[in-house]
């Protein structure tokens, strides 16, 4: 790329920032609102897609890392206040992160998805034991003075932090190597490469993050129950919106999660049912005719000129007959 | 514990277990085939057990009857659903990875269709109707008929899968399927014809199972998924792609789950289930009858 394009490219960033930082000076409170939901999403898809997206290793555990954020905010911020018991609860989603990766990552594939799943079914009822055996109580309540603005700057923070993450991983050596251990981690280890450190690392940092969204998001709910913020729903909603923007780009999953969020927003009240109903063809046709997800509009629109695929690309046209005839003169 | 109680909880244990199995079989069946969580599993239950439920209170079929009638009927719905769905998407190749995330969007999509068809089908409010109602005494504990007449049809269907599937040419090339997809093909089983198959029995499972399901409980279109998630449990407890190991494990997954709501209460018998599911899956990851790997193609990044 050009310096000039490069140039240009940082002034709308820095520019796209500036207006959705100061978005609650200028905005309806409608559009933070919805802003806020979407930005949740990206985070929880970004996030999510730090580890996962690239290794293949498919978690379905941000419920459990989310509740741990949101539990932290309802029980620290009376003492500690808002923000620093958001920093609380990401750390406890890191510690609760680097817990499980130690014991999980050693299982592959199907099995990896069903024990984190698993695991995080187990929190929400253990969360659920606790509560009414040792609490008397189900749920808890919070107030907070916080504002839809604030929930929203503190929503945004982190799904900047969780998508600039992504940017600078897909690019960097440790983002080929994640998907090196997606494409093959028998061959990767007989290289000699070690490949636990790293994926524990970017799971604790998955779990921070998503941690961090329940957190931030905690002032909006005011009453919560372990149903509530552990529920399986998020982490199915989070895998289903990074898989259909695509994980191979660092910004299939913040796409997947506006196309889906925005979608539901304005679809799921008014025809609840037909809508779902819709979702559902909608997500067979895609996975048949754009099975790398949305971000194929990148690679159609490249092959459409003639370039050649982007590094890391190569691995998969290998795979794909249909491709390499077209990407190796 | 006296006899009553013992009595009661082992039937009760042995019935889920029964229906678990099922629902297992058919859910690994369909694993062996494409490597992956197919999430909307339940929803065939649920439809099942709504077109059993409409047939017996709209037509006045007998629910046995229906059960035997929809056999046929899920089996070509989930063959065509693998050649419209599925089967294109397995043959587009892209690696363990893709493939996986695409099997796993491919069903959600089926569970959302499904389950909000049915939700505009038959509404979301609670669906039954009473079909032999009435309880027998076995040793002096009462019974009610249809819990005995669907712990019958689960163990006979149980024992007739068996058969087929380790005494027929056919069951044997399933089994071989689901134990070593590359082995199989290698030896020249025709892969498509056979997951056509796997798929559309697996739903007939889903389907008759849940016909039984309509005999014992309430229906809301929301039910598939308890189903589907147990139905997991149970594989991984027997072992993904062990049908033998299945059927055992939905059974003892029955009587433990009869055992636990009687021994921690009726609302921490699910954390029991999730805990065993973690703790064979750290333990025993192969499932509780296996030791190893079934073959090096189900855990190499599979």
Sequence with gaps: MARGRVQLAWLLGLGGLGALFSLP????????????????????????????????????????????????????????????????GAGMGGLVALGVGGISLRLKGPYFAILTFGLSELVRYLVLGYEMRFSRTVGRVLILPVDVGGVYLAVLAVAVA????????????????????????????SLGFRTTGLKVTMFAVSGVLSAAVGGALAPRWTYIDPHIAFSPLISFQTVLMALLGGA?????????????????????????????????????????????????????????????????????????????????? | MDVRLFLEIGAGGILLGGLYALIAVGL????????????????????????????????????????????????????????????????QGGGPVQLEANSLLLSFGLLFILENLALVVWGPSLRGYQYLHHSVSILGTLFPTNRLVALGVALLLTVLLLGFLHRTALGTALRALMQ????????????????????????????????????????????????????????????????????????????????????????????????????????????????RAPSPGQTAGG
Excluded: K
């Excluded at chain 1, 191979?248 to 925005?262: E, F, H, M, N, S």
């Excluded at chain 2, 439920?53 to 063959?79: H, I, K």
């Excluded at chain 2, 007939?204 to 199972?209: K, P, V």
């Excluded at chain 2, 009726?266 to 899956?281: E, H, N």
């Design chain 2, 180 to 291: 070593d997809p590359e082995g199989a093909e290698a030896v020249g089983l025709p892969l498509v014809r056979l997951h056509g198959l796997s798929f559309g029995l697996g739903c007939a499972l889903a389907g008759l199972t849940g016909s039984l399901v309509s005999m014992l409980f309430t229906l809301t279109p929301s039910i598939g998924m308890p189903y589907t998630i147990t139905a997991l449990v149970v594989i991984i407890l027997g072992g993904l792609g062990n049908v033998a190991g299945s059927l055992l494990g939905g059974l003892l997954l029955g009587v433990l789950e009869a055992l636990g709501a009687y021994v921690v209460g009726a609302d921490m018998r699910t954390a029991l289930i999730y805990a065993l599911l973690v703790a064979v899956l750290l333990f025993r990851p192969y499932g509780l009858f296996q030791t």
């Design chain 1, 25 to 88: 000076l200028w905005a309806s409170t409608y559009v933070v609102g919805l802003l806020q939901a979407l930005f949740a999403y990206v985070a929880l898809a970004s996030a999510w897609a730090l580890f996962s997206g690239l290794s293949g290793y498919f978690s379905l555990g941000s419920a459990a890392f989310f509740g741990v954020g949101t539990y932290a905010t309802f029980l620290l911020a009376p003492v500690v206040g808002w923000i620093p018991s958001i920093l609380l």
């Design chain 1, 162 to 189: 969780a998508v600039g993450l992504s940017m600078w991983l897909y690019g960097s050596r440790y983002g080929r190597l994640l998907a090196a251990i997606g494409a093959d981690e028998g061959r990767l280890e």
């Design chain 1, 248 to 329: 191979t780009r660092w910004w299939g999953p913040p796409l997947g999660a506006l196309t889906l969020g925005l979608v539901s927003e304005f679809l799921s009240i008014r025809f609840r049912y037909l809508y779902l109903i819709l979702l559902g063809l909608l997500l067979i046709v895609l996975v048949r005719f754009w099975p790398r997800g949305l971000v194929e509009v990148e690679d159609r629109a490249r092959r459409w000129r003639g370039r050649r695929l982007p590094l890391g690309e190569e691995r998969r046209a290998e795979l794909q007959p249909g491709w390499s005839a077209e990407s190796d003169p």
């Design chain 2, 28 to 91: 690994n069946l369909q694993y062996g085939l494409m490597r992956v969580l197919n999430v909307a599993h339940g929803e065939f239950v649920m439809l099942g057990a709504y077109v059993t439920y409409t047939l017996y209170t709209s037509l006045g079929v007998n629910p046995l009857l229906g059960l035997v009638l929809q056999v046929p009927l899920f089996f070509l719905l989930g063959w065509a659903i693998y050649g419209v769905v599925y089967r294109g998407v397995l043959e």
